[in-house]
């Protein structure tokens, strides 16, 4: 079974520059989500999409971030404009149905300089 | 009161010897109790996990250790080996709804 897919793996942009990001998830799961993780600290939930639906999206900062799950399959993460505090890795996750045993990709690394 | 205090930060352990990491939480709705490992490059995988309904479970050299009432669980590893050489996260989420990461310890199995 082929795991989560997500590019790229590293980027590097300049400040107020924009990035997106793509995740493919494991085939068949409903469930998909976007991490933030800063260097030294656990994941942190950007958002999360049921199907092709948004069910969390609270710590999202919409002036600047924004996804979409287009089809229920594929998602895209955006930033636009990026800021220095962006720099972090981005994982993206899946999982059958819900939170438990969620199966995550291996991050795309940004660096905003 | 969602927070997720994990300790140490980080471990050294000799090859063979127990590695003990501990986390403890406020939330008393939290019902579902995870712990990941995250190799460097990789992204954070399911160790084991555990509710509150019991105390301990074990897998294979992982046992979470799970006490209700002072809202404290911890993760142990038996003979530890170096191929065990990773960051840990534990997690906690609250009645079907997001997890909440711990902080991470990085530990360090020397041979």
């Known amino acids: 079974e082929a795991g989560v897919a997500q590019s790229p793996r590293y980027k590097i942009i300049e400040k107020r520059q924009s990035v997106a990001f793509w995740c493919n998830p494991i085939?068949?799961?409903?469930?998909l989500y976007w991490y933030q993780q800063i260097l030294g600290q656990g994941p942190k939930l950007l958002i999360q999409?049921?199907?092709?639906?948004?069910?969390?999206d609270s710590q999202l900062p919409k002036d600047r971030f924004s996804a979409e799950r287009l089809k229920g399959v594929d998602s895209t993460l955006k930033i636009q404009p990026a800021k220095l505090e962006d720099s972090a890795v981005y994982l993206c996750?899946?999982?059958?149905?819900?939170?438990?045993?969620?199966?995550f990709g291996p991050g795309t690394r940004l660096l905003v300089l | 009161q969602q927070q997720v205090k994990q300790s140490p930060q980080s471990l050294i352990v000799q090859k063979g010897g127990i590695s003990i990491i501990n986390c403890a939480y406020e939330?008393?709705?939290?019902?579902?109790f995870p712990w990941y490992q995250q190799f460097p490059g990789k992204g954070p995988a399911l160790l084991i996990a555990?509710?509150?309904?019991?105390s301990e479970k074990k897998e294979g050299r992982f046992t979470i250790s799970f006490n209700k009432s002072a809202k404290q669980f911890s993760l142990h590893i038996m003979d530890s080996q170096p191929g065990d050489s990773a960051t840990y996260f534990c997690?906690?989420?609250?009645?079907?709804?997001?997890?909440?990461f711990g902080q991470g310890t990085e530990l360090s199995v020397k041979p």
């Open positions: 996750a899946s999982s059958v149905q819900g939170w438990e045993t969620q199966y």
């Open positions: 085939s068949g799961h409903a469930t």
């Open positions: 999409f049921q199907n092709n639906g948004v069910v969390d």
């Open positions: 939330n008393t709705a939290f019902d579902y």
């Open positions: 555990i509710r509150p309904d019991v």
């Open positions: 997690a906690a989420s609250p009645d079907g709804g997001k997890l909440i």
